[in-house]
């Protein structure tokens, strides 16, 4: 069996993103399966590779403009699928792997399913795994046709490790970029608040028990004492007291940190969904029935503010 | 420029009590007698495309609700606020959860002979589709697609729109000609659908809802991944309370018992 691994090398996110399809792979049960790899790139390719602890039969490169339209990506993709015909193209985690998977599914006549946690891949079958009504249920389900295209679930946190791809046969895609007339300019502006929550290894999530701007910006402080990133949850940045940046759970960053601190958080299972792949969840609410503590390793019944001006002054003096 | 909003809204799940969540013969969970909310990207579309209007009048707006038995209050609300038609798609219903493939093709079905140029879409239409409905709408079309978007306007030259979408590190602005599907996502233009007056409310409770009942597809043709099984996923952990007497304690012999050591390894 054949699967092509989809990666979008340019990606700043890359590496989490080859993380979290090593872990889906760990998580899978495929049966004698060949890999390939299926990078795109603007310009440079890197020189090392996260190459999974996996033995690719064939690294092959897509050459893309900037900024990366996914038009682009799909033409040199049905290109290489008609040269290799992979039974399996595994797509990245996010929301471009998502529409990878989908649009490749549809164009390919195959089946696809985004968001995947793991698969059960036979000569005969594939099974896949995926989280549905707000991750309280995992769904099972059976992909009717191949190729099968299956983007990877977020689950945040870490960092694949490069090694040389030096052994490893590598190619370009020779297809050509298409034009498309309908899509007549496109220009950039460069985001200066790139939220690097996703790989941070400690977080400072912190919901609408800040009560205030004035009281995100003092969490903010705390948050820079104990090495922390902040995060908030959604009503924190519909109240406009947060960016969107700073946004965890389904809608914004899915987080995986060493130490994760929910400060002034319900627990709505759209927060709760982008904090669960923590290592540690410390929640701390003046409300003993918040659905958080469920979710948390420990908990502290107190105000936010104290505990966490305590804490910092904890973390200070030991350092 | 005919424009249509297309939804389907979401169960407020924390409503559920733990017995609720055991999905019947049919894999299905008994949530019908639950509330339904917009979701966060579809109050945006839809407030993005209210703002499109009031910059160019000629926009005429259009909302189409999926498969939901509450779905007429989130119509009225949009009519209040300045859509000129909602309609209620009420078959087939439960066939079509955790298919987006069909979501789609129902879609498309819908829009052919409409003459609509433009069709928005949240990233999330119902749960857990990932903005697949949108990007397969679009395939089936044979339209452009742009996700993730956080505005868009129509731009002076007749039939293209400005849609500016947020990438990882960048937001990216494209001049497209029409017709396109977007799929909406988080936005700081427009994060919140805006409120409608009462007066807007009342005159709105007058109009009808279009109840739109045909076959639009054939679930049994569609080659959609199948649901095969529905399993509980556990996420309680096994916590642990710390009671000291003053936030001071606490914070002392978390740090002492549970980060010192997380932190300096």
């Not at chain 1, 595994?90 to 529409?99: A, F, H, Q």
């Not at chain 2, 639950?34 to 579309?45: G, I, K, N, Y």
Request: negative net charge.
């Amino acid at each position: 069996m054949k699967i092509a691994l989809l990666l979008d090398a340019r990606s700043p996110a890359f590496l989490r993103h080859a993380n979290e399809m090593w872990r889906f792979l760990q998580d899978s049960q495929i049966e004698n399966a060949t890999f390939t790899f299926w990078l795109f790139y603007h310009q440079d390719k890197p020189s090392e590779l996260p190459l999974l602890h996996l033995l690719p039969a064939e690294i092959m490169w897509f050459a893309v403009p900037e900024p990366l339209q996914t038009e682009a990506c799909l033409a040199s993709l049905e290109a290489a699928f008609a040269e290799q015909k992979p039974e399996v193209i595994l797509c990245s985690s996010g929301p471009w792997g998502n529409e990878m998977a989908a649009r490749l599914g549809m164009r390919l006549h195959g089946s696809a399913i985004t968001s995947a946690r793991s698969v059960l891949l036979s000569s005969s079958s594939c099974t896949a795994y995926k989280a549905v009504y707000e991750q309280h249920l995992l769904a099972e389900f059976s992909l009717p046709l191949p190729p099968h295209c299956i983007s990877v679930a977020q689950s945040g946190g870490g960092q694949s490790q490069l090694s040389s791809a030096g052994q490893v046969p590598q190619r370009d895609s020779r297809e050509p970029v298409p034009e498309h007339e309908w899509l007549l300019s496109v220009n950039v502006d460069h985001n200066m608040n790139v939220s690097s929550l996703s790989e941070a290894r400690r977080v400072l999530a912190v919901g609408q028990g800040v009560g205030s701007a004035a009281g995100l910006q003092r969490v903010q402080e705390i948050a820079q004492q104990l090495g922390a990133q902040l995060g908030a949850s959604r009503p924190v940045v519909m109240n406009a007291w947060g960016d969107m940046s700073t946004l965890v759970g389904i809608s914004g960053a899915i987080i995986a940190p060493e130490i994760c601190i929910a400060a002034g958080v319900s627990g709505a299972a759209a927060f709760s969904t982008g904090v669960c792949h923590s290592q540690f969840i410390v929640a701390i609410n003046n409300d003993p029935q918040a659905a958080i503590f469920a979710h948390a390793d420990v908990a502290i019944v107190d105000d936010m503010f104290q505990v966490l001006e305590a804490l910092a002054v904890c973390v200070q003096q030991d350092t | 420029m005919k424009a249509l909003l297309a939804f389907k809204p979401l169960s407020d799940l924390s409503m559920l009590s733990e017995h609720d969540w055991i999905p019947n013969e049919q894999l299905r969970l008994n949530i019908d007698y639950v509330r339904s909310t917009l979701s966060c990207f579809d109050e945006t579309a839809a407030e993005l495309l209210l703002r499109a209007q009031a910059a160019d009048q000629s926009i005429r707006l259009e909302a189409l609700a999926f498969n939901d038995n509450m779905a007429e209050s989130h119509l009225k609300l949009l009519l209040a606020l300045g859509f000129e038609r909602a309609s209620r798609l009420t078959s087939p219903v439960c066939e079509c959860a955790f298919n987006p493939l069909a979501n789609a093709t129902i879609l498309a079905n819908y829009l052919r002979g409409g003459q609509h140029s433009l069709v928005v879409l949240g990233m999330q239409f119902g749960d857990a589709d990932d903005g697949q409905t949108a990007a397969m709408l679009a395939e089936l079309l044979g339209w452009p697609y742009l996700s993730q978007v956080s505005d868009f306007t129509l731009s002076p030259t007749p039939h293209t729109i400005r849609v500016s979408r947020m990438a990882e590190t960048e937001v990216q602005h494209f001049t497209i000609a029409l017709p396109a599907v977007l799929a909406v996502g988080n936005s700081t233009q427009a994060a919140a659908l805006r409120i409608p007056t009462l007066k807007q409310k009342l005159a709105a409770s007058r109009a009808s809802i279009e109840v739109v009942t045909h076959e639009l597809c054939d679930i049994e043709q569609i080659n959609s991944p199948v649901l095969k099984n529905l399993s509980p996923i556990n996420k309680q952990r096994k916590t642990q309370w710390l009671e000291g007497k003053t936030p001071q304690d606490k914070a002392l012999e978390l740090y002492d018992v549970y980060l010192r050591g997380r932190m300096n390894s």
